[in-house]
């Protein structure tokens, strides 16, 4: 079946620096690609999503990169600061599913 | 802002029991969807409706129903619960279809035991 795969799965990082997360899908019909944050005892939210038709979005200190062709995007957070620290998802969706990817434990070291 | 909200944030029940995990959204959104999330696991779906008394089954429905009798609420129901139900459940609506954002209640911390 569809699934998506993220990595790495713990990440940390000294403050300032620069993290990505990787997310490769398998649906072809993929063409929405969503970031969550979640922090420790609160509900994801949408940090950023990139449509199939894009190939990068910035917002701030957080992009997102797409390439169709080999079927995987990343999240690229620059500047990092110790509220960054969350666990982070990826997503994909195509016509109604939306498939998750397992996450990433960001840790920012200050 | 959209508003998602479950009805309990803590909730521990014994094997065998019935329990109803009940999600509310007030934006009118036609799509809901229930969610487990374990560790090393990420987000698995169990159920999703895109209508009352619509429901299709996710990844992992087995040892749960779903009802949906009004557009804004949507109920998850574990018929008897096992001790590997023990997990975070949450719930989440979007618009549409495909390519929208989902928006997540806050969670619910069932353990069973």
Not at chain 1, 76 to 97: L, N, R
């Amino acid at each position: 079946g569809e699934n998506v795969e993220q990595h790495p799965s713990t990440l940390s990082v000294q403050e300032g620096d620069s993290a990505v997360i990787k997310c490769t899908y398998s649906d072809s019909a993929s063409n929405y690609f969503p970031w969550y944050k979640q922090e420790l005892g609160k509900r994801p939210q949408l940090i950023i999503d990139i449509r199939s038709n894009v190939g990068e979005k910035k917002d701030q200190r957080i992009a997102v990169t797409l390439n169709k062709t080999a079927k995987h995007f990343s999240l690229h957070i620059t500047e990092t600061q110790p509220e960054d620290s969350a666990v982070y998802f990826c997503g994909s969706s195509g016509t109604y599913k939306y498939i998750f990817g397992t996450g990433t434990r960001l840790k920012v070291l200050a | 802002d959209v508003k998602v909200t479950q009805s309990s944030r803590y909730l521990v029940k014994r094997t065998g029991e019935k329990v109803f995990l009940e999600c509310v959204q007030d934006m009118d959104h036609e799509n809901m969807f229930w969610y487990r999330q374990d560790p090393g696991l990420g987000l698995r779906l169990i159920y999703f409706s895109y209508d009352v008394k619509m429901k299709e089954k996710g990844d992992i429905p087995e040892g749960y129903s779903v009802s949906r009798e009004k557009k804004e609420r949507f109920s998850l129901i574990l018929e008897s619960a096992s001790t590997n139900q023990t997990s975070m459940y949450l719930c989440a609506s979007t618009p549409a279809l495909g390519r929208y954002e989902q928006y997540f209640g806050p969670g619910t911390r069932l353990t069973v035991t």
